[in-house]
């Protein structure tokens, strides 16, 4: 069942998306090379303490960290630890936060540096395939309407999307009904009503679809190596349009 919120919850949503809005962009200044991972989980964890927010993702079925940190073929779930960054490199970064009962959830990947110009168009290719799910994210629409806009624009510029892994409705609890995935034709799933909020995700691969789980149990990799990226917005939709919740500036998207 999907758990239409009210205006009023809603408001309190936008409160913890903007704490995860602000963890996001002031960890995405962090990034740099020489810093660790698990530096910049700790810098996460004192700012939602500060902030008189909990860290959503501390003890979620056991996950040790307060974000999740991914590296180059890591899609999803990377536990941070005394890993260095370097020049070159790719680190998507995973936030959620609780703020009175209501959660928030977003990632981006940063480059470490100056990257390759076929990673630039990876990040840019998944950060516009987030933008254009998000514009589907509109009273009327089906479900998939997002899924299938995201599937297009990725495929269209030669990556594929993750399958194992989708975005979720998300409020009292992190991962809420609907699954929202990243793939499949439009016109499908359950009409898209205000009071719907949404936690749209693209994980797109540089290469194939295919991931793994590695030995730790967390870390999801690619099958073949290949660099992955990973944008995430929590979204309300509103007779008005999307509202991205996760935005550090009101922002309607479309
Ligand atoms: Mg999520």
């Known amino acids: 069942m999907i758990v239409l919120k009210s205006d009023d919850e809603v408001r309190v949503m936008r409160r913890a998306g903007r704490v995860v809005a ?7 200044e962090r990034v740099a090379p020489g810093i660790t991972t698990g530096e910049l989980d700790r810098f996460a964890e004192d700012f939602f303490r500060r902030r008189g927010a909990i860290p959503a993702f501390k003890g979620y079925n056991g996950f040790p960290a307060s974000i999740c ?12 630890g005394p890993r260095t960054l370097k020049a070159g490199e790719i680190i998507s970064i995973d936030v959620g936060a ?24 990876l990040l840019a290719t998944t950060r516009e395939a987030l933008a254009r799910g998000i514009a589907q994210a509109r009273v009327g629409n089906r479900l998939s309407d997002i ?6 624009w990725v495929e269209a510029h030669g990556f594929s999307v993750v399958r194992e892994y989708v975005g979720h409705g998300i409020g009292r609890a992190m991962h809420e009904a609907p699954a929202i995935p990243n793939y499949g034709p439009p016109g499908r799933g359950p009409r898209l009503k205000p009071g719907m909020t949404l936690a749209i995700e693209p994980m797109v691969n540089a290469g194939g679809c295919e991931v793994v789980t590695k030995d730790d149990h967390w870390t999801v ?9 990973h944008f995430e917005h929590t979204v309300a939709v509103t007779a008005d349009g999307p ?12």
Do not use: C, K
Request: aromatic letters at 6%; glycine letters at 10%; hydrophobic letters at 45%.
């Open 243 to 254: 509202l991205i919740l996760t935005a550090l500036e009101e922002e309607a998207a479309g």
């Open 22 to 28: 602000e963890a996001l962009q002031r960890l995405g």
């Open 221 to 229: 990799v690619t099958a073949d190596g290949e660099w992955s990226a």
């Open 98 to 121: 609780v703020v009175d009962g209501f959660y928030g959830d977003a990632a981006a990947t940063f480059p470490v540096g100056q990257v390759e110009p076929e990673v630039e168009r």
């Open 69 to 80: 940190t991914s590296l180059n073929e890591q899609v999803v779930h990377g536990i941070p």
């Open 147 to 152: 899924s299938h806009a995201i599937q297009t």
